[in-house]
């Protein structure tokens, strides 16, 4: 007879937080600085992943920190919908500068914002007198947050199926970009990226592309299929698409965003002619010193606010709270002053480098993807990777400010970790 009982630890029951997984306890941190998390028992972790792509300059920054502090002291929070403050107002300043964008909301995590960016996108016909359009595409293989909005809007397939029953019909996917699986062997990237482009068109063209209100997508493409870009053109193709029928262009960065593509955003690679009408960031935004995500939005879409309603409707308690956004502007200040994008693109060469040298041969890794800055701390894919049930990845996101010795011994240390795995399994069958 099989046991299929779970094994639990010891210590799995003493906790009352409902932790992801209720079979065992995570690792106790009892401090994090630098590069590293220190554990309970006496270890200490480099992390290679800045938790999930999030603590981009590293853990306790004395800059941040004091930046925290005085902002507590002076402004702690006050209501959005009464009150602005000083810290959410230079933060704007600092994030429309670098897209050149119009305005931003700030909310507490990506999840919020990508609800938020939805809510903007729909609104945003209503101001346009066009409340047929209530249809929004993203990408199959897509991930844009955890709550039902996002879950729905996104093709995640292992989060969203306790939740089927409640997501509306008005969330379609097309084909992701992902040259790896999916870019016949004899296409060019210029044929690939004709055929999603007239795929999208053909969605347009089922759905009615009256109906339409927004198309979303992640930039690069980072917890389904792993640190996923597209190839050259495919955004411009899809700009052009959207922008023929009337339909917001929206960028996900939430991962990729902030620098860790070598540039500020990861959509100033791709050959656009202007910026996303939308664009949503978050994790490195705050570093991890504070849980804070944005939506930042074109002229387009504040003009058609600004001639209609001259209102959004949504709202959050924590919206523009004045300690994360002194947080996220302090990390900023340093990212810029420490020239730490430039820092993470060459990081990045280095990494990809190594990864190539020990892994590039190895016979369970198909590929090693770079355009993220990508016993050690790594962020490991849900299973699938390829197409929502099969497949699997590992992602690594470390600080712009790691160095090329801990690069070293990152990479070493994953090697050994792939091989012990391997060897496991094989001894198991």
């Not at 959509?267 to 949503?280: A, G, M, V």
């Not at 892994?359 to 016993?375: C, E, K, T, Y």
Request: aromatic residues 10%; charged residues 20%; negative net charge.
């Amino acid at each position: 007879m099989v046991d299929n009982t779970a094994v639990v630890w010891t210590n799995a029951t003493s906790s009352h937080v409902f932790h992801r997984s209720l079979t065992y306890e995570p690792l106790q941190a009892v401090r994090a600085e630098g590069h590293y998390i220190y554990l309970n028992d006496g270890r200490k972790l480099l992390d290679g992943s800045s938790g999930a792509a999030v603590s981009c300059i590293g853990h306790g920054n004395k800059r941040v920190i004091a930046a925290i502090l005085d902002q507590l002291q002076t402004v702690d929070y006050v209501h959005s919908g009464i009150f602005g403050n000083k810290a959410a107002e230079e933060l704007a300043n600092e994030l429309t500068k670098t897209t050149n964008m119009a305005r931003v909301i700030f909310v507490s995590g990506g999840s919020e914002a990508v609800e938020t960016a939805i809510k903007l996108a729909r609104q945003y016909h209503l101001e346009n007198k066009q409340p047929e359009r209530v249809n929004f595409i993203a990408r199959q293989q897509s991930y844009h947050g955890n709550t039902l909005g996002a879950l729905g809007l996104c093709s995640h397939k292992p989060r969203r199926i306790p939740y089927l029953p409640y997501f509306p019909s008005h969330f379609h996917h097309v084909s992701p970009c992902f040259a790896y699986h999916y870019k016949l062997a004899d296409e060019s990237d210029e044929a690939y990226v004709k055929r999603l482009a007239d795929e999208l068109e053909a969605k347009f063209q089922e759905l009615g592309p009256h109906t339409v209100a927004a198309f979303f997508a992640e930039t690069i493409v980072g917890a389904t299929s792993g640190c996923t870009p597209a190839v050259p053109g495919y955004f411009k193709a899809m700009r052009e698409v959207c922008d023929r029928h009337g339909v917001l262009f929206v960028l996900d960065e939430i991962m990729c965003g902030i620098g860790r593509t070598g540039k500020m955003h990861a959509w100033q690679w791709e050959d656009l002619s202007s910026p996303p009408d939308i664009q949503i960031v978050g994790k490195g935004l705050g570093g991890g010193y504070a849980a804070l995500a944005a939506v930042l939005m074109s002229d387009k879409v504040v003009n058609a606010f600004l001639a209609g309603s001259g209102a959004f409707i949504n709202g959050f308690t924590y919206q523009s709270h004045a300690v994360g956004c002194r947080a996220a502007l302090e990390v900023l200040k340093v990212i810029k002053e420490d020239g730490l994008i430039e820092q993470c693109y060459q990081r990045g060469l280095f990494l990809e480098k190594l990864l190539k040298e020990q892994l590039s041969d190895h016979a369970h890794v198909g590929d090693i993807r770079h355009l993220f800055f990508v016993p050690v701390i790594v962020y490991a894919g849900t299973k699938g990777t390829v197409d929502g049930i099969h497949g699997d990845h590992i992602l690594m996101a470390p600080p712009y400010t790691i160095t090329e010795e801990e690069l070293i011994f990152l990479v070493d240390t994953l090697k050994i970790s792939i091989d012990v795995v391997f060897k496991s399994m094989h001894v198991l069958n």
